[in-house]
């Protein structure tokens, strides 16, 4: 049970919630596959491709060399991809690939989180351009994603400006408690994945949320709560009195510039294309 409304001359606190399998039940840009080749940015190829991708990321069986090759393939995908047509398939299939798949436990701790008067950010791997429309439709307050640099012409290099994974989520999680003013001994962190153990030892409240092997191992020794998120369901078709505040999801400044990432790297992107590791 989550406490009550905090108290007002408390510091702030804030809920952390990675996105893919913890929020929603697939990997948020690579549910986009079709739409990108509906609208010519990819083949048939680059969607069975992807669609592989996403069965991998599901059964929680890819490796770290599996992960580069995906990482390279996409990497090269994604050049040339024009930002504003990303941004626009993005918007009008969001609804149509998203809200279905939002996990109804996940919606509901969103809520009991605001209710107590706590922010609610999400942290995620995948694109900016994916990420902050999805956080915007859940009621987040800020949102932590990766970026990738885009040139002149307002097509994506291929080249990573900041990556929001490992241990650089846990910096932008104490980056967030710097410039807002969060206690994070208070705060609360939702994740699937062990590559996430670094942002959720940064908080006081801990949380594995359909945890993969290692993170369940790890949540055990540390008897950190694990919890199992089975239930997709359509914010609309939730309880009469469910009402999502409709706050738009911003930025964190703990991921500095302009937002820019290819809705094709998500979570295979690597850190030694990241061109920046903090901020």
Request: glycine share 6%; hydrophobic share 40%; with cysteine.
């Amino acid at each position: 049970m989550l406490s009550l409304v905090e108290n007002r001359f408390l510091p702030r606190t804030a809920a952390f919630f990675d996105l893919d399998k913890t929020v929603i039940a697939k990997s948020s840009t690579l549910t986009f596959s079709k739409s990108f080749y509906q609208g010519g940015l990819i083949n048939r190829r680059a969607v069975l491709r992807t669609a592989y991708a996403q069965f991998v990321f599901l059964a929680g069986g890819a490796d770290h060399d599996q992960m580069e090759r995906m990482r390279e393939y996409l990497s090269a995908l994604c050049k040339g991809w024009n930002v504003q047509q990303v941004k626009e398939i993005v918007a009008e299939t969001l609804h149509d690939l998203i809200d279905p798949i939002i996990y109804d436990e996940a919606a509901t701790l969103i809520e009991e989180h605001h209710t107590a008067g706590r922010d609610v950010v999400i942290v995620s791997t995948s694109g900016a351009e994916v990420v902050e429309p999805i956080g915007e439709l859940l009621g987040a307050d800020r949102v932590v994603a990766t970026r990738m640099v885009v040139g002149d012409d307002g097509c994506f290099t291929g080249e990573v400006e900041y990556y929001a994974y490992g241990p650089t989520k846990a910096e932008a999680v104490k980056a967030l408690a710097v410039s807002e003013g969060y206690d994070l001994s208070r705060c609360y962190a939702y994740s699937d994945s062990a590559t996430d153990v670094p942002m959720l030892e940064s908080v006081g409240h801990p949380h594995a949320v359909n945890p993969d092997r290692a993170l369940r191992r790890e949540a055990t020794l540390r008897e950190w709560p694990i919890l199992t998120f089975d239930r997709p369901v359509r914010l609309k078709q939730r309880l009469p009195t469910f009402s999502m505040p409709p706050r738009p999801a911003l930025v964190a400044a703990a991921a500095l510039g302009a937002a820019a990432v290819t809705a094709g790297l998500v979570w295979y992107s690597s850190r030694r294309r990241t061109t920046t590791t903090s901020t």
